[in-house]
């Protein structure tokens, strides 16, 4: 068998297309939705993500801010500036790119964002939301790959996932959102022995680890679907995932190749849910 590669690509375009239509619509209405992101310090690869965001709200018609502040910005100022886009009303997503610097207290940064406009959903009260079956802003990245499933008709629905990685990014968000789609759930990380007896039982392998190739074709069952959430940065400058690809394939029935999978989801849902905070918080404009 040689599995369908699940085209991140292509999936995230055409929600960028849908998107755009939205976008329209609210405009008529006089709404632009406008993301704000914070960005302190130089981390080159955080800079990277940040211009991406940024073009991608223009490539859809968004409204969008980068505030870049210095490394050795006071916790008190960053927070004061998140309380200016928290009243801002052109400004309907607030996205804090990490890593911040370690004199900065993450949770209380994150804290500060009003929950209306946590795109990013890390928020306390989003995860606290996500987890009892609320309403509210997942994070992105498995976000990203829940629509994939979907628009891949993949139904989740009972079936055996297991989730390599625990981290509040990926790994434990991944599996709430796995566990509200009623998958039976079993996370593994770094301390879980026997990683392949475990993986081999799954309909579903979703790997958010960070190691080059740690998924083989022995962690795999025959049929099983395989996404690859991991960015790893080789050598030779090229990015590959946390799967063996070219041995996965073969038995899977369905695969996310890296580049080229999921991490072109991240930022169209980021967009989604922009979208989204625009029209929940223009809801009285958009109902009358
Ligand atoms: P993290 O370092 O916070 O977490 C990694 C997880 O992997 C941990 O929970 C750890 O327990 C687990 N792990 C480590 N070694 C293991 C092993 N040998 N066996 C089983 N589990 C092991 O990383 P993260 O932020 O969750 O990111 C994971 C990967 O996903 C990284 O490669 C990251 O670059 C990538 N990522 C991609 C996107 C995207 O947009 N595609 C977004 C976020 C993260």
Redesign the pocket.
């Known amino acids: 068998m040689t599995a369908t590669i699940m085209d991140g690509k292509l999936i995230a375009k055409q929600l960028k297309e849908r998107l755009k239509g939205e976008i329209q619509s609210l405009a008529a209405l006089g709404i632009k939705p406008g993301l704000a992101v914070v960005l302190v310090g130089e981390d080159p690869a955080s800079h990277v993500y940040v211009r991406n965001k940024e073009k991608a709200c223009a490539e859809l018609g968004l409204h969008s801010e980068v505030h870049k502040l210095p490394d050795n910005v006071e916790q008190d100022k960053l927070i004061d500036l998140i309380r200016l886009l928290n009243a801002s009303e052109e400004i309907h997503g607030i996205l804090v790119q990490k890593p911040l610097p370690s004199h900065i207290d993450d949770k209380a940064v994150i804290g500060a964002i009003s929950v209306d406009k946590d795109v990013d959903g890390f928020h306390p009260v989003s995860v606290g939301n996500l987890l009892i079956g609320d309403e509210g802003f997942v994070p992105?990245?498995p976000a990203?790959v829940m629509e994939m499933l979907s628009v891949m008709n993949i139904d989740v629905a009972g079936k055996r996932a297991v989730v390599?990685?625990?981290?509040?990014?990926?790994?434990k968000p991944m599996a709430a959102l796995l566990i509200r789609a009623h998958a039976t759930v079993t996370v593994?990380?770094?301390?879980?022995p026997n990683?392949a007896e475990v993986t081999r039982e799954a309909d579903i392998v979703i790997?958010?680890?960070?190691?080059t190739k740690?998924v083989g074709a022995e962690h795999v069952r025959p049929g099983a679907v395989v996404i690859d959430?991991?960015?790893?940065r080789l050598p030779d400058g090229t990015l590959a995932?946390?799967v063996d690809f070219d041995a996965v394939k073969e038995i899977a029935s369905a695969i996310t190749p890296?580049p080229g999978?999921?991490?072109?989801?991240?930022?169209a849902m980021l967009m989604k849910n922009t979208v989204e905070a625009a029209k929940n918080l223009s809801a009285a404009r958009i109902g009358g």
């Not at 593994?188 to 879980?192: A, V």
């Not at 790997?207 to 190691?211: C, D, E, L, P, T």
């Not at 999978?261 to 930022?267: A, D, E, L, P, Q």
């Open positions: 992105c990245t990203g390599i990685g625990r981290s509040n990014i990926v790994g593994c990380h770094s301390r879980t990683l790997a958010a680890i960070g190691k740690l959430v991991g960015v790893n995932g946390d890296v999978g999921v991490g072109r989801m991240t930022i």
